[in-house]
């Protein structure tokens, strides 16, 4: 497993505390003045990413671009990216990964729509059984399940069982490729074109047995500039000479429709159902459930980007620009379903969409692993922080003077960490010097 | 060892704001190791509390008390007070407005929920004099009770 979703840039970052106060999980100091990560507590969210301003933290995975290969490389395509590309037809942008270097790409809109036919079954036979508990929560955010499993375990059990619609493509695609081209599934190289940091890495599969932790991830940005050349070539070209040659179905409206807050609800029919987005507007909202709010809802859909996946911090094009995108492609080609009900029934009732691994299974992963503060060290806690100067200042590394208190007490920072201590020291210590100077 | 005592002011008719008093202590328990399933009861219970003085009570105190053998609540207003407790604590007896029942409250849920998730209940309260809910709940596991 990485150890990581971000990386610092030592020789960029020049420990502005920008980062520290902007991380959700309060998993960055400074540390002689340059960022460090308590990577037990990073959810991969990527709020760092957005307010460095030096440009000295990425995500892990970007490291690895479209590489030189002998294998057959397919790009899983986040509707993101066609937000990304005003005025241009998905079916474009597909091909344009494919005169990029691709061999093929894959449109996800059908798999949303199964993935969401699925949603629709298992709450209808939870209104009568009620195995779960109201309210389900989407398992699609990578992010918010990290922040449940880390501060929230409790409510594990309201994550939806189901797989990902990524999973369900992981899951058939290689054999399908590797059987159409005559070569083992090992030389089926899967890449997921993603607005997100944190895809690619084991504990994010829905099955742990199944490959995908080992798929590179591409941030939408960094293949951007590329494939943006190529899009404005495409659109030149005559296709009759250039045959589209993507796998399994043509786009439609509700891959890019996914893209937005909400666009994984709004494709579903179910009556109580709310789509919350943004990082402090999830944490809200995830308070209340534990709570006791909410059991009247059936479903909320969480995202932690603003807006939605078009928010994401890998993207290229600012989200409002990507949503009006996105707009008008759905009023191009509507809404319409495609799937068969009775088709998708069976493989329902087979089992074919549940996620191999329990959500609370999820826990062990990636609980806090920080120890339990005791009565004793809770005291402290609230005694350093009475001494504090309870500004928030963050000069002393730690993003406000509570978890600074915190720090001191579990032994990763010093009380001279924080001027007021430090000058209360010097003080002291003059006092000594002026003593013996007399 | 005297307990931890944390205490939060609660602002009456303050929609915005209710409930942030159950969401500190919520966290604190959460770093304080406490077993989730009893973090889930006292947050729910905490919530009804403090949701109640905000909705009938006026200003009022919140205040947690954490002792290596229990943990307890006390949510007090100086508002007017409860005429009938055990009127009050009838499922579904409520006096809320209609306008905070518009907003999804004023099921007279609330106490007997505080009542279902807590180990006792007690309600000190008479017209006038202003009401306090005070709930204990046994035998936490905090990180006291773990070797490190
Ligand atoms: N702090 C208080 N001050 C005055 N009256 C109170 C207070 N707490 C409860 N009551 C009275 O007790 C009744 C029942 O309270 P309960 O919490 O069970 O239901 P509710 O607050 O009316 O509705 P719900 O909690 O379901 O939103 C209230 O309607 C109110 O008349
Ligand atoms: S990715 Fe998110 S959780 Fe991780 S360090 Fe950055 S801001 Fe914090
Ligand atoms: S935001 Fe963080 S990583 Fe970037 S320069 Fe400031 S302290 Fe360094
Ligand atoms: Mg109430």
């Known amino acids: 497993m990485p150890s990581a979703y971000v990386q610092f840039e030592e020789k960029y970052c020049t420990g502005c505390t920008k980062c520290v106060r902007a991380c959700p999980t309060k998993s960055i100091r400074i540390r002689n003045q340059r960022a460090v990560l308590l990577e037990h507590l990073c959810i991969g969210c990527g709020e760092c990413i957005r307010v460095c301003p030096e440009g000295a933290i990425s995500p892990v995975m970007s490291r690895r671009g479209l590489e030189k290969t002998d294998k057959i490389t397919v790009a899983i395509v986040s509707p993101i990216l066609y937000a990304q590309f005003p005025g241009v037809m998905p079916c474009d942008v597909l091909m344009s990964l494919n005169h990029m270097g691709f061999d093929h790409a894959i449109d996800l809109s059908y798999y949303l729509e199964m993935y969401q036919y699925a949603v629709e079954r298992f709450i209808e036979q939870n209104r009568e059984r009620k195995e779960t508990p109201w309210p389900l929560i989407s398992p699609i955010c990578p992010v918010v399940k990290r922040l449940i499993a880390l501060k929230h375990p409790g409510l594990l059990d309201h994550i939806l069982p189901l797989k990902r619609p990524v999973a369900l493509v992981e899951s058939g695609i290689r054999r399908e490729i590797s059987e159409q081209y005559a070569v083992s599934e090992d030389d089926v190289l899967l890449y997921h074109l993603t607005p997100c940091p944190s895809k690619v890495t084991y504990g994010d599969t829905d099955d742990p047995e199944d490959r995908s932790g080992l798929n590179p991830a591409i941030g939408v940005n960094d293949i951007f500039p590329r494939l943006l050349e190529e899009v404005e070539a495409t659109r030149e070209m005559d296709l009759n000479l250039y045959p589209y040659r993507h796998l399994s179905f043509i786009p439609n409206a509700r891959g890019p429709l996914w893209a937005m807050s909400g666009g994984e609800i709004a494709g579903m029919n179910i009556d109580r159902a709310l789509a919350v987005s943004g990082l402090q507007e999830v944490k809200k909202y995830i308070e209340k459930i534990e709570m006791g709010l909410f059991q009247d809802t059936e479903y909320i859909e969480f995202r932690a980007c603003p807006e939605g996946c078009i928010g994401g911090p890998l993207t290229a094009v600012d989200k409002y620009l990507a949503r009006s995108t996105v707009q008008k492609l759905i009023k191009m080609f509507g809404l319409g379903r495609r799937i068969q009900p009775r088709k998708l029934r069976r493989l329902y009732d087979r089992g074919w969409f549940f996620s191999q691994t329990k959500p609370s299974d999820y826990r062990e992963e990636i609980e806090d692993k920080s120890r339990s503060l005791t009565i004793e060290d809770m005291r402290r806690i609230e005694y350093i922080l009475s001494q504090t100067p309870g500004h928030d200042c963050a000069a002393c590394g730690a993003p406000d003077c509570r978890t600074f208190a915190e720090d001191v007490v579990r032994g990763y920072a010093r009380l001279t960490d924080c001027y007021k201590f430090a000058l209360d020291q010097c003080r002291d210590s003059n006092k000594f010097s002026d003593k013996t100077s007399e | ?148």
Do not use: W
Request: overall charge negative.
């Open chain 2, 1 to 148: 060892m005297p307990p931890l005592k944390k205490c939060f002011h609660i602002k009456g008719r303050d929609f915005i704001h209710a409930g942030q008093a159950a969401i500190t202590v919520q966290k604190l328990l959460r770093q304080m190791g406490i077993a989730q399933s009893l973090i889930r009861r006292i947050a729910i219970c905490g919530y009804e509390g403090e949701m109640n003085v905000v909705m009938h009570g006026g200003d009022g105190l919140f205040c947690v008390e954490i002792d290596a053998d229990r943990i307890s609540l006390e949510i007090s207003d100086d508002g007017p007070g409860i005429e009938d407790i055990a009127r009050a604590m009838e499922r579904g007896f409520s006096t809320a407005l209609e306008e905070y029942q518009e907003m999804g409250f004023g099921a007279g849920m609330g106490l007997p929920n505080m009542e279902n998730h807590s180990d006792e209940l007690h309600i000190e309260s008479a017209p006038g004099k202003g009401t306090t809910v005070r709930m204990l709940f046994h035998s936490p596991e905090t990180g006291d009770s773990q070797e490190d």
